[in-house]
């Protein structure tokens, strides 16, 4: 069911990057297949640095090192 409510419920994103950009340091970075996040998160907070790195030419992200991250972080919440 939560996977439903993601894809059918509004997320009210410029209002939630408002609140969130009100209270913590303003830097976004979108993990997403393209930039649509970071460039709404730009617009919508003046002075917030964003970051899309996986929104251009990712031929240089190998099996490997996604590996690596994955490794990371399933670390990080043991």
């Not at 410029?14 to 393209?34: K, Q």
């Not at 649509?36 to 099996?63: K, M």
């Amino acid at each position: 069911m939560a996977l439903a409510d993601c894809v059918i419920k509004p997320v009210h994103l410029p209002e939630t990057l408002r609140d969130v950009g009100a209270h913590t340091p303003t830097t976004f970075i979108d993990l997403g297949a393209g930039d649509t996040l970071a460039r709404c998160a730009a617009a919508t907070i003046p002075g917030a640095r964003t970051i899309a790195p996986l929104a251009g030419d990712i031929s240089w992200l190998t099996g490997a090192e996604v590996q690596q991250a994955v490794d990371a972080g399933s670390r990080q919440r043991s």
